[in-house]
């Protein structure tokens, strides 16, 4: 998500801190790179001009340009300029009591992922508690209604439909009247969507927002199609008065146009975000995180709710408990990466925490989830007590039949040893202590991967030229060697 826009911000703040002392001039260069970079984002001309001004009029004053550090100082106006360009937010659905019933019409173009979301916002509100009916409004497409009964099947929803029907706000109305009937106290139209906004399809949106009066009428954005997405949410709105936007396909390449240009142009409030194909890929929209998500600083918040959501909580306090103990194993280690799974790819993952951007960078090809297979046929492959105690126990013979079980070679066997001695101290170190600390040490854990010379001291000085293959090999060499070393320190000798 904003990969592009990420790069184009971290190579212009990469430009304002290798400037030295700053000066207006070269604070006002590096500007103008935060600003190529917006637009080449496909976020609207006007946004990005009126944001630059903004941000423009605070980065060149006095006090910025004598601070200690002015380009943090930067970032941290980028930053809340980006948030109140894409804020204030209001997520709320407004749904009326459970006694009543709340019409929501969802409408968009063709191809926007539209029905799709009706679905994942029927699972939203079923998790809630209501009892969502998925109307198939959408007649222009007949394929729309086998897909949300489809949807309705997989998510165990009333789906209402009439194909004998040709006018579409007979269907809605239909279907408003009869909710209460069906049980349904949330009613979601899937209306009719085209390949572009006409004439046709305004007046027949009017109509049903007319005869229908729902609540409230969103309209589902694709996220990727940058300012046409703009243009397009503009016409609705005009058309509908929007209650809210919904942007779809987030997890793509989107350039990131759309969500920091939408809210500025149509007044409208951005209500959730589409992070995939599931249909629990559907997040609340949040300014802040998303200002942080593009300026590389993850979303952390994102990432604990959805921890608290797909994590076996009870597991979880007793690893917590057993660390407390200085109890750490192979089968807690392959516990945990399991967990982890839950949130989705691990690619994703790491992009929502802060300060882990750069090692996603840093494994450049590596894929982490053919490498956690892997690692999982290995510890599969391995007793109880190998697991238990894979330094004390594991041996050259031992080695090669794990190998030989996993598919492996023996020397892989031998480094999951060595990182899970690593990782067992740090684990344990880590029980008890709050977030902020355990974020610390796996932001030094980051730094130790990404920079192999940071242990070493003054031994060597990382040059940022990429190390040849005999290079590495002495370095970890080195390493090993310095954290045997730490290892008879602590055990006093």
């Known amino acids: 998500m904003f990969e592009a826009l990420q790069d184009g911000l971290s190579g212009a703040f990469k430009t304002l801190r290798g400037k030295g002392k700053l000066s207006e001039a070269n604070m006002r260069d590096g500007l103008k790179l935060v600003e190529k970079s917006l637009l080449e984002a496909d976020v609207s001309f006007p946004v990005v001009r009126e944001f630059m001004a903004h941000v423009t009029e605070q980065a060149v004053g006095e006090k910025v340009l004598k601070s200690l550090d002015p380009s943090q100082q930067v970032v941290g106006i980028v930053y809340d300029e980006l948030e109140k360009l894409m804020g204030p937010v209001d997520n709320s659905l407004h749904l009326k009591a459970k006694d009543e019933v709340t019409v929501l019409m969802m409408c968009g173009l063709q191809g926007s992922g539209k029905t799709t979301t009706c679905g994942k916002l029927g699972r939203m509100l079923k998790e809630a508690g209501r009892k969502p009916l998925l109307v198939a409004a959408d007649l222009q497409r007949p394929a729309a209604i086998d897909q949300l009964h489809v949807l309705g099947e997989q998510l165990d929803i009333a789906v209402f439909s009439d194909r004998a029907q040709k006018d579409p706000v007979i269907v809605c109305k239909s279907a408003v009247d009869q909710a209460k009937k069906l049980g349904a106290d949330v009613v979601i139209l899937d209306t009719a969507g085209r390949l572009h906004v006409d ?52 997890d793509g390449d989107a350039r990131g146009g759309a969500a920091l240009s939408v809210k500025q142009v149509t007044g409208v409030p951005i209500k959730f975000i589409g992070t995939g194909e599931h249909l629990d890929a559907l997040e609340e929209f949040h300014a802040d995180r998303m200002a942080g998500r593009i300026l590389g600083q993850g979303d952390i918040l994102t990432l604990v709710e959805k921890a608290q959501r797909e994590f076996d909580q009870d597991e979880m306090i007793r690893q917590e408990e057993r660390m407390l103990k200085g109890e750490f194993t192979l089968d807690d280690f392959k516990s945990q990466l399991s967990q982890i799974k839950k949130l989705g790819p691990l690619q994703k993952v790491m992009g929502l925490i802060p300060g882990m951007g750069g090692l996603k960078d840093a494994l450049g090809d590596v894929d982490p989830e053919h490498d956690m297979k892997r690692l999982f046929g290995i510890i599969d492959s391995m007793t109880a007590d190998e697991r238990r105690s894979p330094t004390k126990v594991i041996d050259q013979s031992r080695r090669r039949r794990i190998a030989a079980g996993s598919g492996v070679e023996p020397h892989e066997v031998n480094e999951l040893v060595k990182q899970f001695d690593v990782m067992a101290t740090m684990m344990t170190s880590m029980a008890g202590k709050g977030m902020r600390e355990r974020m610390k040490m796996v932001r030094e854990m980051q730094s130790s991967l990404t920079n192999p010379n940071a242990s070493l001291g003054k031994k060597k000085q990382h040059t940022g030229k990429r190390l040849s293959t005999q290079e590495r090999a002495k370095l970890k060499k080195e390493r090993d060697k310095e954290l045997r070393k730490r290892k008879r320190d602590q055990r006093g000798g």
């Not at 007046?203 to 049903?208: T, Y």
């Not at 009066?213 to 008065?241: C, I, R, W």
Request: hydrophobic fraction near 40%.
């Open 199 to 250: 004439d046709e399809l305004m007046q027949q949106l009017e109509r049903i927002d007319r005869q229908c009066a729902p609540h409230q009428v969103y309209l589902v954005v694709d996220g990727m199609t940058g300012q046409d997405a703009v243009n397009s949410a503009k016409v609705f709105n005009e058309a509908l008065e929007l209650d809210g936007v919904i942007l779809t396909k987030m």
